[in-house]
Structure formats: structure tokens, C-alpha cells
């Protein structure tokens, strides 16, 4: 398929385990972006790649999460040491830069990740 | 920090018949985007439709307009001949319109229900 893909689709953690979220964007997309979504709420912005490098991680909660992008395609999130409070759908999105500068974030169908 | 407000937690409508989802938002900036987004159960986010600031005029997808008043910083979506597939939680969301891609800052989401 064309789409953001995300695996697994579903994560159950016992708490303190280490967990890895994968996102593969659509091919080409330079911009990769991680949102956190918790029951009932918007998502919010955790953090930014544009290829490989970070930009922006001002939204990630903890220094238990870290994010990376290596070869500026493929990313993985990985929360270390899973608290309740992580429970989640962690969405990932992608865009490629626009002529106007109006990049469209194509969002994947997220992981659902739940803390026991 | 920019703010996006949906205060209608829950919606419902009649199919055929139009519906109007409110959201304000909070910003001291005067250039930037606002966008509309479905979410169906599942789970995948999906663009419905987008407004440049900058642009007096409200943009329009088929069924779907919205009314864009910047000085009231009011940015709801109108859906005209509402359908059983348009039942989803719609999400508004802002994004700065500084250089390079950026995060989007959502609301909390209306639940759109549509009665056959």
C-alpha cells in the first residue's frame, strides 16, 4: 500500500517493560511527525523528523521516551520503562513539502498501546 | 502556546440534512493554517479540508465548507447532505506557518453522529 503504515497495531506492556513503535511513511515523505492520543482527546505532538535529523522533540512527556529515524525513512518510538499513564494510541504521520509551504500530513492507523 | 477549542463534544443529524461543527482557537500569530480531520473507528486520520490564513476565502470539498472568521478566530465546518459515511469524531487542528514542516494543535474532537 501508499499509506503510513504502523506495527503493531496493538501493545500490551506490563509495567516497566521497554516498548518499540515502528512507522513507516509514505515513501519519499520527508517530514515524519509522532502524536500520542489518549482516550476521548485530540492528539498531541510529540515530535518531529525531517529526514534523519530530530528538530523538534518539545512534546515528548519524559526522557523514558525517544524517538529516531536513522536512515531518514523508517522510525521507531520507544518508551522505556512503561508507566499506566503511557496507555495510548500513538499515531505517526508523514508529509512532503509543499509549493505553498501547506504540508499535508498523511496520519497511519496508529498503535494502541496499553500499560497493565 | 496555541489553543483549539471544539466545544460540542457530541453532534448528531439527520442523513441528508446539514450539520455545523464549531472550533475557536488562540493565537497571536497572524499567518497560519487551520485544518479539518475524520477519524473513523478506525482510527485512521483523514484530511477533510484545509484553510490557509492568509486566504479571505473559505475553502471548499464538495459537501464540506467551512467559515473562516479570523478576526473571531471562529473556524467551524458545514457538511451538507450529511451520509451514514460521514459518522466519525472530527478533529480541528492549527499549525504555525513558520518555515519547514510543524506540528498540528488539535482539538478535542466532535462526535459526529448520523441517523438514517
Known amino acids: 500500500g501508499a499509506g503510513v503504515s504502523q506495527s503493531p497495531r496493538y501493545k500490551v506492556a506490563k509495567r516497566g517493560q521497554d516498548v518499540a513503535l515502528r512507522c513507516d511513511p509514505i515513501s519519499g515523505h520527508v517530514s515524519l511527525f509522532w502524536y500520542q492520543q489518549a482516550l476521548g482527546q485530540g492528539p498531541e505532538f510529540l515530535t518531529y523528523?525531517?529526514?534523519?535529523?530530530?528538530?523538534?522533540k518539545s512534546g515528548l512527556p519524559s526522557d523514558r521516551f525517544f524517538a529516531e529515524r536513522p536512515e531518514g525513512s523508517v522510525s521507531t518510538l520507544k518508551i522505556q520503562r512503561t508507566q499506566q499513564e503511557d496507555s495510548a494510541v500513538y499515531l505517526c504521520?508523514?508529509?512532503?513539502?509543499?509549493?505553498?509551504?501547506?504540508?499535508?500530513?498523511?496520519f497511519g492507523p496508529g498503535t494502541r498501546l496499553l500499560v497493565l | 502556546a496555541q489553543t483549539v477549542t471544539q466545544s460540542q463534544p457530541e453532534m448528531s443529524v439527520q442523513e441528508a440534512e446539514t450539520v455545523t461543527l464549531s472550533c475557536t482557537y488562540d493565537?497571536?500569530?497572524?499567518?497560519?493554517?487551520l485544518f479539518w480531520y475524520k477519524q473513523p473507528p478506525s482510527r485512521q486520520m483523514i484530511l477533510v479540508i484545509r484553510q490557509e490564513a492568509y486566504k479571505q476565502q473559505n475553502a471548499t470539498e464538495n459537501r464540506f465548507s467551512v467559515n473562516f472568521q479570523k478576526a473571531a478566530k471562529s473556524f467551524s465546518l458545514k457538511i451538507s447532505d450529511s451520509q451514514l459515511g460521514d459518522a466519525a469524531m472530527y478533529f480541528c487542528?492549527?499549525?504555525?506557518?513558520?518555515?519547514?514542516?510543524?506540528?498540528?494543535?488539535f482539538g478535542k474532537g466532535t462526535h459526529l453522529i448520523i441517523q438514517p
Open positions: 493565537t497571536s500569530e497572524s499567518d497560519y493554517y
Open positions: 504521520a508523514s508529509s512532503f513539502p509543499g509549493v505553498a509551504g501547506v504540508e499535508t500530513q498523511y
Open positions: 523528523f525531517q529526514n534523519e535529523a530530530q528538530l523538534d
Open positions: 487542528a492549527y499549525r504555525t506557518s513558520g518555515g519547514g514542516a510543524d506540528g498540528l494543535t
